[in-house]
Nanobody, 124 residues
Framework: QVQLVESGGGLVQAGDSLRLSCTTS????????TGWFRQAPGKEREFVAA????????FYADSVKGRFTISRDSAKNTMYLQMNSLKPEDTGIYFC?????????????????WGQGTQVTVSS
């Protein structure tokens, strides 16, 4: 069993930055693949970024490449999402997830564990 707790969301203006954190427990984080997803109002949840902790292999959605940076601190069992140049379309609930069961189109999928989410609102 893996527990995930997100933090760092908030209300910002377009062009601002935010850093989200996801603290994991219940399993050694360095063995896992974890990721960030987001869900905007009225839309399906979408993949944002993921990282394979042991090898530091990183994946990004095209919509956030060059603006968002995913990282991890193994000593703190914490994953981060640094979000720069935020846009109103980045608004949504951001979830962290762990332990994908499969890979689809080169991206991890079927995550088995989820956090409760943190709200990010970007005003124009």
């Amino acid at each position: 069993q893996v527990q995930l707790v997100e933090s760092g969301g908030g209300l910002v203006q377009a062009g601002d930055s935010l850093r989200l954190s996801c603290t994991t427990s219940g399993r050694t984080a360095s063995t896992m693949t974890t990721g960030w997803f987001r869900q905007a109002p009225g839309k399906e949840r979408e993949f944002v970024a993921a990282i394979r902790w042991m090898f530091g292999i990183i994946f990004y959605a095209d919509s956030v490449k060059g603006r968002f940076t995913i990282s991890r601190d193994s000593a703190k069992n914490t994953m981060y999402l640094q979000m720069n140049s935020l846009k109103p379309e980045d608004t949504g609930i951001y979830f962290c997830a762990a332990d994908p069961s499969t890979w689809r189109n080169g991206l991890p999928d079927g995550f088995g564990f989820w956090g409760q989410g943190t709200q990010v609102t970007v005003s124009s």
